[in-house]
């Protein structure tokens, strides 16, 4: 990572709970990340310690922030979520950058 890595740079995520099918393709892709729960539908979660465990947020369009390091994996889970519905976007102005909604 760059010295210039800034708050733009900072991304999160969050489910449309509306949409998501529970076959749990990001469960399995982020799992730090998401995380399917006893409804059989995917929520996002915060990073926490090792060994600790992290309560999912369950509010409607809850976000959650992309770690850099699991980046690549929360991409790959947006791009092949059957949903549609896993929106990343940029903390900064809240632009979809990869999504259902990203340009
Ligand atoms: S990949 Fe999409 S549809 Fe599948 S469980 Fe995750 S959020 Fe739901």
Do not use: N
Request: charged share 25%; aromatic share 4%; glycine share 8%.
């Amino acid at each position: 990572m760059s010295a210039q890595h800034t708050a733009a740079d900072e991304l999160e995520v969050w489910i449309d709970q509306e949409l998501c099918t529970g076959d749990g393709i990001c469960a399995q892709y982020a799992p730090e990340v998401f995380e399917l729960d006893i409804d059989g539908l995917a929520y996002v979660k915060p990073p926490v310690a090792a060994g600790e465990e992290a309560d999912l947020l369950t509010e409607p369009g809850a976000t959650a922030p992309v770690p850099l390091p699991l980046l690549r994996d929360v991409v790959e889970s947006a791009k092949d979520c059957p949903g549609d519905c896993i929106h990343v976007r940029r903390v900064a102005d809240g632009t979809e950058v990869h999504g259902p909604d990203a340009d």
